[in-house]
């Protein structure tokens, strides 16, 4: 009987334990969400106001009636959605290709590739700025989807290249026997099999890109071709912050990846875990 209750006693303690540890992480964002509908001057009131008297909307209204803070958001989606595009398309070549031949430097190359993941990106940027302006890309488009395929397609590359090697040779080979090609194999065969795997890389690429601050900062000097997490930046005074402002874009700048994360994360796990573990 005593045993009975003392285990009992430490799956209660479990329980007490993992879910303090599932809520802890969770509470800036709560309280982030619940900040950006407070005035500011409620925001560092001691004791914390939980339920605010003054609950207002007129944070998001400013950002959604802003054409400067609707910009940084478009920037975004259109930087992301290229670098998402271009990273699955680049990345279901080489991986193919790695999956699939034997050829001279294949694992050189193999190697640079996990090399350049453990480059620290910081220690890229001033000769990564200097070539930018060479090229007469600073400030542009190009200059932040240059880059981004730059730090997504190492990581990509990687987890396809696995995931290809898990699909056996003998559907090119019973496309092959059809009549059909290699890229007939490929595009009908592989990749619609791959689909698990290319939502992991996607969803890798565009949280990614969609987060980076510090090169979007840089490679840029115009409002018009700013960013979100730089768009959030700069809503920083030099003697004061709308906090309550900031929080409520931070809040609209955190939803694609939550929504995106929420609809696709039984694909994305099983195709990292598939990915990485074979690679």
Known sequence: MN???????????TIVLLTGGSLWPAFP??????NSFKPNNEIFAWPPIWISENFSLESYFSIFTSPEKLRYFLNSYFICGVVV???????????????????PGKKIINVMIISMQAIPPITLLIPYLSLIVTLRLYNTYGALILTYLLFTLPYAILIMTGYMNTLPKELDEAVRIDGGTRL?????????????????????????????????????????????????????GQHAYNWSEMLA???????????????????FISGMTAGAVKS
Do not use: C, H
Request: proline content about 4%; overall charge positive.
């Open 3 to 13: 045993k009975k209750k003392k285990t009992q006693r430490i799956k209660i303690l």
């Open 29 to 34: 964002v709560f309280w982030m969400v619940l």
């Open 85 to 103: 595009l271009l990273t699955l398309f680049i990345s279901i070549l080489a991986s193919y290709a790695f999956s699939r031949f034997d050829f």
């Open 184 to 236: 007939n194999a490929l595009w009908k065969v592989l990749v619609p099999s791959a689909v698990p795997g290319l939502i992991s890389v996607g969803m890798y690429t565009f949280l990614r890109a969609w987060n980076e601050y510090l090169f979007a900062l840089t490679l840029t000097k115009t409002r018009e071709m700013r960013t979100v997490p730089v768009g959030i930046s700069l809503l920083m």
């Open 249 to 267: 874009m931070s809040v609209l700048g955190s939803l694609p990846v939550v929504i995106l994360f929420l609809i696709f994360q039984k694909y």
